[in-house]
């Protein structure tokens, strides 16, 4: 195996000389570095990328489960005095891929390399079976989508069908009136209600096709981001933009909208525009699931290095079974597909996403009845 980037920890200067000699004599080709102690190896693993690092176990300032710590991507290799072979296993059990023990004469040298290829097969099989992995679950979530994607749009170009059929009728059915009984006014009002029912139901399901082509969008959107663009915003501003958006359709539902802030300014790094994002999903569900009349509380606090937005709905609540699943694209907690919410079903994914791109998470807790809350929180 040629080409490799090995990175030696040791600090036995004989045993340095001694790895030296046998990329010579061996004519290995190996870009090795040596290191003596971990402060040493921290910093070499801080200014460039390893195939491999083979290390002695007891150094001058750790050992070498301190070097297996600084990462976790770069195979390592234990070397051991004689005696020491538990502690080695040890190591193997905390990630290190392969050990061998030193003797005096260096003879272990004569196997380093055959272990080295050996990790360094290992460590690639191990990458494309996680590539493959990676690769079915795409494939897999693809499928889930399109398949989700695909009955939600069926359902409303359903709708949307039978409704623009039903509403030829009506007009049909005026035309009709209109020419054989011109005078029966009651009955062309009452088919008129009938079309104006339809025409409203036509822009409910309109509605929610724009949403979820929207959201599908969004959630592609986001799902391709590895960063987002930081601005340092007052938290607490934030959130009462989202919240003020808000009251107008809480008042058409006498749903009451309470905001309990933090007493101070919480200043954070974030991209406020996407954050107002994940808030908007978070309330927009938490008002859904609100009964006419119901509270919906948004609360502002902060702890040690964290800020946190509680927003606690009086809602259904949501199963035990089903809370492991709420955030799964396309995933209806009542397990149907009616439209009785304009939900797509990717609001809440999406706002987890933006959040876990702020470098913080979401967590929920509900009891069925009762309602649910969902708890962002965020490093200050």
Same mark, same amino acid.
């Given at each position: 195996?040629?080409?490799?980037?090995v990175l030696?920890?040791e600090?036995?200067? &004989?045993?340095?000389? @001694?790895?030296?000699?046998l990329?010579?004599?061996?004519?290995?080709?190996?870009?090795?570095?040596?290191?003596a102690s971990?402060?040493?190896?921290t910093?070499?693993l801080?200014q460039?990328?390893?195939?491999?690092?083979?290390?002695?176990?007891?150094?001058?300032?750790?050992?070498?489960?301190d070097?297996?710590?600084?990462?976790?991507?770069?195979?390592?290799?234990?070397?051991? *005095?004689?005696?020491?072979?538990v502690?080695?296993?040890? @190591?193997?059990?905390a990630?290190?891929?392969?050990?061998l023990t030193k003797?005096i004469q260096?003879?272990?040298?004569?196997?380093?390399p055959?272990?080295i290829e050996?990790?360094?097969?290992?460590?690639?099989?191990?990458?494309e079976a996680?590539d493959?992995l990676s690769e079915?679950?795409r494939?897999?979530s693809?499928q889930?989508f399109?398949?989700?994607?695909s +009955?939600?749009?069926?359902?409303? !170009?359903?709708?949307?069908?039978?409704?623009i #059929?039903?509403?030829s009728?009506h007009i049909e059915?005026v035309k009709?009136f209109?020419n054989?009984?011109?005078v029966?006014?009651q009955? &062309?009002?009452?088919?008129?209600?009938?079309m104006?029912e339809r025409? +409203?139901? %036509?822009?409910? #399901?309109?509605?929610?096709f724009n949403?979820i082509?929207?959201?599908?969008?969004?959630?592609?959107?986001?799902?391709?981001?590895?960063?987002?663009?930081m601005?340092?915003?007052d938290?607490t501003?934030?959130?009462?933009?989202v919240v003020?958006?808000?009251?107008p359709v809480a008042?058409?539902?006498?749903q009451?909208l309470i905001v309990?802030?933090a007493?101070h300014p919480? !200043?954070?790094?974030?991209a406020p525009n996407?954050?107002?994002?994940?808030?908007?999903?978070l309330?927009k569900n @938490?008002?859904?699931?609100?009964?006419d009349?119901?509270?919906?509380?948004v609360?502002?606090?902060?702890q040690e290095?964290?800020?946190?937005?509680?927003?606690?709905d009086? *809602?259904?609540? &949501?199963?035990?079974?089903h809370?492991p +699943?709420?955030?799964?694209?396309?995933?209806?907690?009542?397990?149907?597909?009616?439209?009785?919410y304009?939900?797509s079903?990717? *609001?809440?994914?999406?706002?987890r996403r933006?959040v876990?791109? #702020? +470098? *913080?998470r979401?967590?929920?807790?509900?009891?069925?009845q #009762?309602?649910?809350?969902?708890?962002?929180?965020?490093? %200050?």
């Amino acid at each position: 195996m040629s080409g490799l980037s090995v990175l030696l920890v040791e600090d036995d200067l &004989i045993d340095q000389m @001694a790895f030296s000699h046998l990329v010579q004599e061996e004519n290995l080709d190996y870009d090795y570095q040596l290191a003596a102690s971990v402060e040493e190896t921290t910093t070499l693993l801080a200014q460039r990328h390893f195939d491999v690092i083979v290390s002695d176990y007891n150094l001058g300032d750790g050992t070498a489960l301190d070097v297996l710590q600084l990462q976790s991507e770069i195979p390592l290799i234990i070397v051991t *005095g004689a005696g020491s072979e538990v502690l080695a296993v040890t @190591a193997m059990k905390a990630g290190a891929y392969d050990y061998l023990t030193k003797d005096i004469q260096h003879h272990y040298l004569k196997l380093l390399p055959i272990v080295i290829e050996n990790t360094i097969k290992r460590k690639q099989a191990e990458r494309e079976a996680l590539d493959t992995l990676s690769e079915r679950v795409r494939r897999e979530s693809l499928q889930s989508f399109l398949q989700n994607t695909s +009955h939600d749009l069926r359902t409303v !170009m359903t709708v949307c069908d039978l409704s623009i #059929h039903i509403m030829s009728r009506h007009i049909e059915t005026v035309k009709t009136f209109v020419n054989a009984n011109p005078v029966d006014v009651q009955q &062309i009002r009452e088919t008129l209600v009938k079309m104006e029912e339809r025409a +409203h139901l %036509l822009e409910s #399901h309109k509605k929610h096709f724009n949403e979820i082509i929207l959201n599908m969008l969004e959630m592609a959107r986001v799902d391709a981001l590895d960063s987002l663009q930081m601005e340092t915003a007052d938290f607490t501003t934030v959130v009462n933009n989202v919240v003020e958006s808000f009251r107008p359709v809480a008042a058409e539902r006498s749903q009451s909208l309470i905001v309990v802030p933090a007493p101070h300014p919480v !200043m954070i790094q974030c991209a406020p525009n996407e954050l107002m994002k994940a808030i908007q999903n978070l309330l927009k569900n @938490a008002l859904s699931f609100t009964p006419d009349g119901g509270d919906v509380i948004v609360t502002t606090t902060t702890q040690e290095q964290e800020v946190r937005l509680a927003i606690t709905d009086t *809602g259904e609540g &949501i199963s035990p079974q089903h809370l492991p +699943h709420i955030f799964d694209r396309f995933y209806r907690a009542d397990g149907s597909r009616n439209m009785t919410y304009a939900e797509s079903g990717l *609001g809440l994914p999406i706002a987890r996403r933006i959040v876990e791109l #702020h +470098h *913080g998470r979401i967590e929920v807790t509900s009891v069925p009845q #009762h309602g649910s809350t969902f708890t962002i929180r965020l490093p %200050l």
